[in-house]
């Protein structure tokens, strides 16, 4: 009796130590996003540095942009609610929702297009120095972000709808939701610092 209770704790104590520690592909993420936070921020404090030279232009924030960010916002929600659907196994709902999710990272990816050629047509190229020519690449970088994110939710479409789930494992779908979280709030933090320094 005595060594079955020992057992037991010494098998609770297990299940909490693992619960504990990180999934390797989260912590893997994570890593990459800590990269990927510095190279902006490097860019964004590279921007304020530059911007006190003779010649700089500015440049007006296109409405493309507004419509992106609502976009982008909207995602974040439809992608928080496939994850929990698919925790509480609601697979036709989760389907759903990554599906929607996905079209709405593509419509992002559309409306951001839309608003580099609208600052193109009005005159900010990559000639001279200015604040376009940064948003070119600033803004840029993180467009190729969310299509390596639509990538990854389309292959996460097509795995929901070629076969039937065998595996409930959540790791995959968390790792998209943060990785889409985290493309979403970087996106509102280039918008807000493009609107502030200009």
Known sequence: MRQT???SIEANINVNEQRKKIHPHKFTLWVALGSIIMMFAGLTSAYIVKRDQPGWTTFAIPRAFW???????LSSLT??????????????R??????????????????QWAGFRQIWKSGITFKGSGGGQFLYV???LHVLHVLAGVVALIIMVVKAFASKI???NSIPVELMSTYWHFVDLLWLYLLIFFIGIN
Not at 67 to 73: A, E, P
Not at 94 to 111: D, H, M, P
């Open 5 to 7: 209770m020992i057992k």
């Open 67 to 73: 419509y992106s960010t609502g976009v982008i916002l």
């Open 166 to 168: 065998r595996s409930y």
């Open 138 to 140: 600033i803004a840029g």
């Open 79 to 92: 992608i928080q609610m496939a994850l929990r659907s698919f925790k509480e196994r609601e697979m036709l």
């Open 94 to 111: 989760y389907r759903n929702l990554v599906t929607f999710t996905a079209v709405l990272g593509v419509l992002f990816v559309v409306l």
